[in-house]
């Protein structure tokens, strides 16, 4: 699901994954948590329950040693992301915070493995809701 910003030009340009804290000063990758793959491995259980895919990869389920559940993304090679543009997308959805949106919990960068955790949507993504694969929650709106 693609983040629509109004105001793109206040955001910096996509830096080298190395260069990130210093040209943020603070609000880079280095504010998000960054997960290590064993951790990954225990909350999915080896990536055994597939829950969906999307234009950057493969999308898991998880529950983290404290109960909390995650939805796993993980990068196939044949998205057009490259390290450069999965930085950029750390640096970015580490700095928003938004009640109406998915939480965004952290990333895993490790054995040529780039993956992005976000907080389980029981309910599923917002798109199947909007494209009808969930018909309550516009059911819901036509009612209030
Ligand atoms: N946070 C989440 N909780 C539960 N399920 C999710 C979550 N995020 C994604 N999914 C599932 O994975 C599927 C793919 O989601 P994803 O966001 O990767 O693809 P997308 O919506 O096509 O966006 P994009 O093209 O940017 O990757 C969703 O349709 C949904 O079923």
Redesign the pocket.
Known sequence: ??LQLSNLDDLPPPQPFQELSASFGGFGIETAHRYWLSEINDATENFAKK???????T?Y?GKLKNGKEI?V?VQTNDSCQGNKQFSSEVSLLSRIHHKNL?EFLGYCQQEGKSILV?????N??L??HLHGKHHSVMFHIYLS
């Open positions: 699901m693609k829950v969906g895919s999307g234009g950057y990869g999308v389920y939805a993304k998915v976000y907080e389980f949507m029981h599923g993504a798109k199947e």
